[in-house]
């Protein structure tokens, strides 16, 4: 049995050939898109792992605090006392990003490394290729690894220049370490007194090492629960969780790339359904003779699923290959990228068995789902009902209940926007779509007729645009399954369109308020502030006393938890912040909320903080730091622009000096006075950087006018998100086409037998790709407009705070996608049919 349905559903599809390519492109699509992102993942955890081990190396223990903060070494000599440590050493070990052409050369990270000379090569080897190793009174000596030293020309005896907190700092090489064997930042190794110096971190250690005595396992479990029970819970046993927040973004990324993925997958579904309804129509007799001859309603069944099966496997599989070449190619791209700021090396892509299953599953699993319905519409045809001669004209019927249960969800949906919850507009954005798809069909003749009269005076006279309307009408659920395809794409399209265009003027608003001051100094990484190596109160001092500047704030940076989750800390001075830049607020009064901020523990959220912990204005949080878990209250909600998409708190710089003991300043913002020559305040000011190599001096404007056009950039991915979403729309309106002129070969040959010519056939099927682009487009808009706010909606809980802005770009190209692909879409079916010859269509079945 199962014999003879693959072989009637391969000669099915062999003999349509354009159409199962068609058909086919569509799985393709969806599938590689789906394949692709989620190779991005895996591959990502591969390589910060893989990097975190070359720069950890391998030891029994490692113990970090959990905020990430350098703490007291007064830990290392309690541990020390436990029985079973064999070797224990504690280092400050600091990730430097190096600004960009400041050796004129590749490198654009180092790892600062101090390190007990004694104990470090008791728990490590650390094998000496030229010169010596770091002896415990070596004051400014480094030893580096011979690849550095090769990248930057040095050699043993010369001064490696880096910067910190005092300033830029000659540091002597005394030792070249070989190669490593796994990537990872270079490691420059001081001795610890020294980079407790350079990092301003007195008496400071942030990790701990321990090699254990025994190796056997059930001895080993009680001295490490012997070290937790002497640290307690702020403390982290194993390796340091580095680069969450960047695996975090990824992973959304990846959410959002798999969203346009399912959407494109949902199109294909519609393409095959509508696909699978007009086979069971085209061989009506066929399926009649089958069953005369004593073809079960099961066989039937089974090669409409076999033609499934084959085509979503063949489209799967198709889309896997090219999805891994897609995925590679962007792992090129993505490597430079993530090697220039992230400073991690990207290797091959990582295949995994469950991104395969999802991708087949989904790929097959569309497919079948889509022919399922018309499948059993087939079985259905009684053999003697199906031998008898169909009129041409029979015109389908559309479903009363399907309109009317479209138009109910279609104002549910609208309701749902007057709650102003995201949960319920999201769920609105789904319901409002599947209510748009029930009622195209009822919707196809009004707007048929409406269409039909423009296309008339614009293009297509002598009845050709009524004969292409006609033949809509004549099948209004299959040109309603058309547009809808064309609809998720320029839905999508509008939708993001909505997004981006008030994302833009809501973080431009953002950025010139938390930013608006003359000048900014900054560091290398922008954002990434743990790897950036600030400098002392000194620096902030030099900058007040340049003639002309008027008000200089810092900015300095802690790690902390709040309910296990790690928040950016930014420590500023409140009355001098208020004077250069202002956060955005959502909640709370900023006159209010900077004065308690200077007189207490208080602090301001920003919103993607307060929405992801549930936090309000008035709740007071567990901080916890190097000194032990503080209690802060909260005194509002609000962010600026550099810290919008991360967790983040502010305090004040009283507060991070207690608690954290840090007072490094790692960005500072100024004016100057009215009246003052700016060339002048600048080039004093560059002057004094010249000494702190790692920061960057920018006008407050040019950074302004620089960020506006990474936001023009957004608009080219737009556009390339825009091609890439509207495929599956062409397909479907190529596939819709191309079938309804196999369909109606006979009427076509009937209209060149009473003197149609060539010219009116291609402009009445041109017309019809033109009416239903149109109708699509229709949909479209409607659609995009409310995912559009929804978008908004959804952003503005999570805690960004940005109004909707009406996408009147974005209509416009989403007009000119749809009319357009009309145009495209019928450019082979019109030739198709104009070249059919007259007898041959009369003969035709």
């Known amino acids: 049995m199962w014999r003879l349905q693959a072989t009637l559903a391969f000669r099915y599809l062999w003999g349509r050939k354009l159409r199962t390519l068609l058909t086919t492109l569509a799985i393709v699509f969806g599938t590689l898109v789906i394949f692709s992102t989620n190779l991005l993942l895996p591959t990502m955890m591969e390589a910060f792992q893989t990097n975190m081990l070359a720069a950890s190396g391998q030891v029994d223990v490692t113990i970090t605090h959990k905020t990430g903060e350098a703490f007291s070494r007064s830990k290392l000599n309690r541990i020390r006392a436990l029985p079973g440590i064999r070797v224990i050493t504690g280092s400050l070990s600091r990730v430097v990003n190096i600004p960009q052409d400041y050796y004129n050369a590749q490198v654009n990270a180092l790892t600062l490394n101090g390190i007990d000379p004694r104990d470090a090569e008791l728990l490590r080897n650390y094998p000496i290729k030229e010169g010596r190793f770091l002896r415990s009174g070596d004051g400014r000596a480094a030893v580096i690894g011979a690849s550095l030293a090769e990248t930057l020309a040095l050699k043993l005896g010369d001064d490696l220049y880096i910067p910190t907190t005092e300033g830029g700092v000659k540091l002597k090489i005394v030792g070249l370490m070989q190669a490593r064997t796994l990537p990872g930042n270079e490691e420059v190794l001081v001795t610890l007194s020294e980079a407790q110096k350079l990092l301003d971190l007195p008496d400071r250690i942030n990790t701990i090492e321990i090699n254990l005595v025994s190796t056997n396992d059930a001895e080993r479990d009680l001295v490490i629960k012997a070290i937790e029970n002497t640290l ?131 790929g097959v699993g569309v497919t079948l789902a889509a022919g399922v319905l018309p499948a059993f519409n087939a079985s259905r045809v009684a053999p003697l009902e199906a031998l008898r001669p169909t009129v041409v004209d029979a015109q389908q019927r559309t479903s009363r209940r399907g309109t009317i249960i479209g138009a109910v969800l279609i104002a549910l949906a609208v309701l749902a926007l007057f709650v102003q919850n995201a949960g319920l507009t999201a769920l609105g954005g789904l319901v409002f779509l599947a209510g748009l798809v029930l009622v195209a069909p009822a919707l196809v003749r009004p707007l048929t007729a409406r269409f039909s009269k423009m296309i008339t005076r614009t293009y297509a006279q002598e009845g050709t645009a009524t004969l292409a309307g006609s033949n809509l009408v004549r099948h209004p659920n299959r040109a309603a399954i058309t547009a809808s395809a064309t609809m998720i794409g320029l839905a999508i399209i509008v939708g993001l369109g909505g997004m981006v265009w008030s994302m833009t003027g809501g973080f431009l608003g953002i950025l010139q308020r938390s930013l608006g001051s003359d000048y900014l100094v900054m560091p290398p990484s922008v954002g990434l502030w743990g790897s950036n190596v600030g400098a002392k109160q000194e620096l902030g001092n030099k900058l007040r006393s340049v003639p002309g500047v008027g008000v200089v704030s810092s900015m300095r940076f802690a790690s902390a938890t709040i309910n296990s989750k790690t928040v950016s800390l930014l420590g500023i001075d409140p009355a001098a912040y208020q004077q250069v830049a202002s956060l955005t607020f959502q909640e709370g009064d900023s006159k209010t909320a900077f004065q308690e901020m200077a007189g207490g523990r208080v602090l301001i959220a920003n919103g993607v903080l307060a929405s992801q912990l549930q936090l309000k204005v008035g709740d007071f949080v567990q901080l916890a730091t190097p000194r032990g878990m503080q209690s802060y209250r909260i005194a509002a909600v609000a962010g600026d622009y550099l810290n919008a998409k991360i967790m983040t708190a502010y305090i004040s710089q009283d507060n991070l000096q207690k608690d954290f003991r840090k007072s490094e300043d790692i960005l500072y913002q100024l004016n100057i006075n009215p009246g003052t020559d700016p060339a002048q305040v600048e080039m004093r000011l560059e002057r004094i950087l010249e000494d702190y190599p790692q920061f960057n001096l920018v006008s407050g404007r040019k950074y302004f006018e620089d960020n506006k056009e990474i936001f023009n950039s957004i608009f080219v991915f737009y556009g390339v998100l825009l091609a890439l979403m509207s495929t599956p729309s062409l397909i479907a309106m190529l596939n819709t086409l191309s079938i309804g002129v196999i369909e109606r070969t006979r009427e076509i040959g009937m209209l060149r037998a009473i003197g149609a010519s060539q010219k009116q056939v291609r402009r009445m099927v041109l017309a019809e790709s033109l009416l239903l682009a149109a109708i699509g487009t229709t949909f479209g808009l409607a659609a995009g407009l409310y995912l559009g706010y929804v978008m908004v909606l959804g952003l503005s809980s999570g805690g960004f705070p940005i109004a909707y802005v009406f996408p009147v770009q974005g209509l416009l190209a989403g007009i000119v996608t749809g009319l357009g692909f009309g145009v495209l879409a019928a450019l082979l079916p019109a030739r198709q049919a104009a070249g059919i010859e007259i007898v041959d269509a009369l003969h035709y079945e």
């Not at 949902?266 to 086979?279: E, L, S, V």
């Open 232 to 362: 307690g819970s702020d403390y982290t046993l194993g390796a340091m969780a580095s680069g969450s927040e960047m695996l975090a973004s990824i992973q959304t990324g990846q959410m959002a790339f798999n969203l346009f993925g399912f959407l494109a997958l949902f199109m294909g579904g519609f393409i095959i359904f509508n696909t699978f309804r007009t086979i069971v129509a085209e061989r009506r007799h066929d399926i009649g003779m089958l069953r005369a001859l004593g073809a079960s309603r099961a066989t039937i069944i089974g090669s409409f699923l076999a033609e499934g099966l084959l085509q979503g496997t063949a489209g799967t599989l198709t889309g896997i290959v090219f999805g891994y070449a897609l995925g590679a190619l962007a792992m090129v791209f993505m490597d430079s990228m993530m090697s220039q700021f992230l400073h991690i090396n990207i290797g091959a892509p990582v295949v995994t068995v469950q991104v395969v299953v999802m991708t087949v599953f989904l």
